[in-house]
Structures are given as structure tokens and as C-alpha cells.
């Protein structure tokens, strides 16, 4: 598939040819379609699937089109595009900026954090399409610098990092100020029932599109697998980080609680480590991210989602610190590190409350991931471990109730 057969304009093939795209990514394929023809969408893809042309190829072309013949160079708002965060708003509009660069649209971008006046300046001048934080925009709406007279596109963007940051009023709030008379699309990595239920009352009649997550080259990440009793994971992490000494970690949390809780815990060993997740402001979860890129801090504690449209990428090691329930996150996780033709390696700690998943993560990657017994925390006092071991690495199991140091690994903490 080209994207010529996909009908588009020449303006938007010159640009993507610019961009130096060559052929339309699945979710483009199956997308673009359906938007240029006024329909509704609900697709499940993640950041990094090409989503983001998806949305913005069509509507670029929808206003362009209709825009055919009318001389006044006015710009009107015609498409409104809400993402969770600054970055995410300022990729998109950079996106936007590239696709449309061969015709007459205008696009800005509207984010808190920094002075309004710019982005005023920017709003009065015109524009046709908008890329948006929810609480920015609703600011900037109550002072009556936006109108949604001419709206004819609405983008809901991660939509299930909207709702885990506490955004759901903010979007109804918005969403109320539209004309019923719309075309509106929600893009969301996973579809739990609260957003089944919120794309109900948003979309009209839709279409669905679903796309699973690509899976990384398994080749360039090694991943092994470490069997821990749930109260010895932190022991086991802090003697992976003093073991390892990497210079870049993010260690996945299922829960926000427990991204904290970790933190906590490893600064109480004098371990340096910052934690992201939905609970934390922008502003918090942009300085965490800072320092852990300039380097500052080595490791970062992150919630799937918090994690999620970051660029941390080249990443030397990735930690489940627990499991994931779905397989496609384990994927999406490991694929942080082993970029760019570096090696990385993804350890995993697995429980035996833990052995459902990782069969299911197990059966998608077509692999067993490799028990590495070289560890004092090892865990050998349950049964589900005779399903993992074969008996080669029995054998040569540790006694786990020392470590290497000699110290009782059990009684080291008590929690
Ligand atoms: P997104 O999922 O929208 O954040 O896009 C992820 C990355 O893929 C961005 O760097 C895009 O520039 C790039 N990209 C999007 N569509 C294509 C395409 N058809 N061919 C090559 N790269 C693409």
C-alpha cells in the first residue's frame, strides 16, 4: 500500500516525501479511510505507531479541500487536538506543521507551564487547527480567546493517560463547548472499560481500529528472568544496581503507589531515583524526566503509562519490577532499551503470583525468557519454580538464605 492509493493530495505526498516517509503504517492504512470520510474513529494504537499522521493527514486534507475557492484567508479553528501533556502537544504540532507545510493551513499549540501571552498572540492571528493540554485550553476558553463556532474535528489523544491524570472533567467540561455537529476522533494504547464507556458518549456513530504494538528485535535486548520471594524485590534491586552500576534505569511499577514506595526504599539505601507517574503534576514528572536525562539520576521509577511517550529511550536496562498483566506491555517495555543498535538487557522479577503472566508474556514473545540463578535473592522454595528451572540450573541453584556478603538475606529488611 502507497500513500497515493490511500487518496491523498499531492500537497500532504510532497510533504510526507519530504519527511521521508515511503509507505503508510498500519494504523495510517486502516485510519486515513475512514476519517476522509467524515467518519468516527475509536482506535487503539500507542505512541509510535504512526498515530499521529493518522489523525492529522485526513483532517488536513478535509480542511484543505473544503477550504477550496474561498479567497479570504481567514483561519478559523476547524480541528481541535487534546494530549495529555506538553510534549506530546508540542510533538504534534511540530507533526502537523511538517504534513501541512505545502498549504495554506495554519496550526498552534497551547500548553501550561509558561506565560499565555504567546500562545494568545498565536490564537489571534488565526489558526485552522489547534493542539491542546485541557488545562491551558480551558483557561485560555474562560477568557474567551477561543471559539469553537467553525469546529468541525475533535482528536482526543491517549486517551487512557487522560483519564489515569485526573483529566475527565476538564474534558467533559471542553467537550460541552463543541458543536454537536462534528467528526470526532479517540485514539487510546488500551481500552479499559472507562473508555469504552467515555468513547460512547463522545463519538457518534463509530468505527474501530485497533492495532497491537510491533514487536521489538528481541535480538538486541537480552532478558532474563529473576525468581524472588515479593518481599525480597528490593533487596534483589538494589543488588542489581550495585552489581550492574548502570548508567541509565527505568524500573516499571504496576501501581503509582508502588513507583513511590520503590523510590522511597532505595533512597533509604542511599540510591538516588526519581519517580513518574499519573498522580504527579506536569511540572514534577518534566523534572524527573530532565534530570533523569541529563544523566543526574540513574534511575527512574515509572507506572506503564507515565512511562509512556517519553523519549527515554537508549536506555542500558529496563527492570519489571513486576510483572505486567497484559503480554504486549512486557513487550512495549523491553523495546526501551537495545535501541539504536545498542545492546540492552531487561530483567524481569517473577513471583509465583506471577507465572500466569509470564506464560501469556512467554507464548506472545515465541520465547523462554532465560532464569538467571546468579543472584543471592533467588527464590527456591516454591513449586512454581520446578516449572521454570530445568534441572542443569537446579543443580547449580545458590542457597538462597545467604548472600554473597554473607548476610541473611531474609532478615535484612522486614516489611
Ligand atoms: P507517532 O506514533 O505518531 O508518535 O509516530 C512515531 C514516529 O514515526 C514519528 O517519528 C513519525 O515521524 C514516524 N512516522 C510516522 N509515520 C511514518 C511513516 N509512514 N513512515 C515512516 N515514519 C513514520
Same mark, same amino acid.
Given at each position: 500500500m502507497t500513500f497515493k492509493e490511500l487518496h491523498l493530495i499531492p500537497h500532504i505526498l510532497k510533504a510526507l516525501d519530504a519527511q521521508g516517509y515511503e509507505q503508510p503504517t498500519p #494504523?495510517?492504512?486502516?485510519? #486515513?479511510?475512514i476519517v476522509l470520510r467524515g467518519k468516527? +474513529?475509536?482506535?487503539?494504537?500507542?505512541t509510535g505507531t504512526g498515530k499521529t499522521a493518522a489523525f492529522s493527514i485526513p483532517i488536513i486534507q478535509n480542511i484543505f479541500l473544503n477550504s477550496m475557492g474561498d479567497d479570504s484567508n481567514e483561519h478559523k479553528l476547524k480541528a481541535l487536538i487534546l494530549t495529555p501533556t506538553r510534549e506530546l502537544a508540542i510533538q504534534i504540532d511540530e507533526s502537523i506543521t511538517n504534513y501541512s507545510k505545502f498549504t495554506n493551513i495554519e496550526n498552534t499549540v497551547v500548553f501550561g507551564g509558561v506565560k499565555q501571552g504567546k500562545q494568545v498572540k498565536a490564537l489571534r492571528?488565526?489558526?485552522d487547527i489547534l493542539v491542546a493540554t485541557p488545562g491551558r485550553l480551558l483557561d485560555l476558553m474562560r477568557q474567551g480567546h477561543i471559539s469553537f463556532r467553525d469546529l468541525e474535528y475533535f482528536v482526543l489523544d491517549e486517551a487512557d493517560q487522560m483519564l489515569d491524570m485526573g483529566f475527565i472533567h476538564d474534558i467533559r467540561s471542553i467537550i460541552g463547548e463543541l458543536p454537536k455537529e462534528r467528526q470526532s476522533l479517540f485514539f487510546s494504547a488500551t481500552m479499559p472499560d472507562s473508555i469504552v464507556s467515555l468513547s460512547r458518549? #463522545? +463519538?457518534g456513530n463509530f468505527q474501530t481500529v485497533t492495532i497491537k504494538p510491533e514487536q521489538p528485535t528481541a535480538e538486541r535486548v537480552e532478558q532474563k528472568l529473576y525468581l524472588v520471594n515479593r518481599r525480597n524485590k528490593i533487596n534483589l534491586l538494589v543488588y542489581i544496581l550495585e552489581t550492574f552500576e548502570p548508567k541509565s534505569v527505568l524500573v516499571f511499577s504496576r501501581t503509582k503507589h508502588g513507583a513511590d514506595k520503590i523510590v522511597k526504599m532505595l533512597r533509604e539505601d542511599k540510591i538516588s531515583a526519581e519517580a513518574i507517574h499519573g498522580d504527579k503534576n506536569q511540572k514534577?514528572?518534566?523534572?524527573a524526566l530532565d534530570i533523569f536525562k541529563s544523566g543526574k539520576i540513574q534511575i527512574l521509577v515509572a507506572t506503564d503509562i507515565a512511562a509512556r511517550g517519553i523519549d527515554?529511550?537508549? +536506555?542500558? +536496562? =529496563? =527492570?519489571?519490577?513486576d510483572l505486567p498483566d497484559e503480554a504486549e506491555t512486557y513487550v512495549h517495555r523491553i523495546g526501551r532499551t537495545g535501541r539504536a543498535n545498542a545492546s540492552g538487557l531487561a530483567i524481569s522479577f517473577c513471583t509465583s503470583e506471577d507465572v500466569d503472566n509470564l506464560r501469556s508474556i512467554e507464548t506472545l514473545i515465541k520465547q523462554k525468557i532465560k532464569v538467571d540463578n546468579d543472584q543471592p535473592y533467588i527464590d527456591d522454595g516454591s513449586d512454581y519454580l520446578e516449572l521454570h528451572v530445568s534441572s542443569e540450573q537446579r543443580d547449580r541453584r545458590p542457597r538462597s538464605s545467604r548472600n554473597r556478603n554473607g548476610r541473611n538475606n531474609n532478615n535484612r529488611r522486614r516489611r
Open positions: #494504523i495510517q492504512e486502516q485510519s #486515513i479511510p468516527d +474513529l475509536l482506535a487503539c494504537a500507542q492571528r488565526g489558526v458518549t #463522545i +463519538l514534577k514528572r518534566q523534572k527515554v529511550s537508549n +536506555l542500558e +536496562l =529496563v =527492570v519489571n519490577y
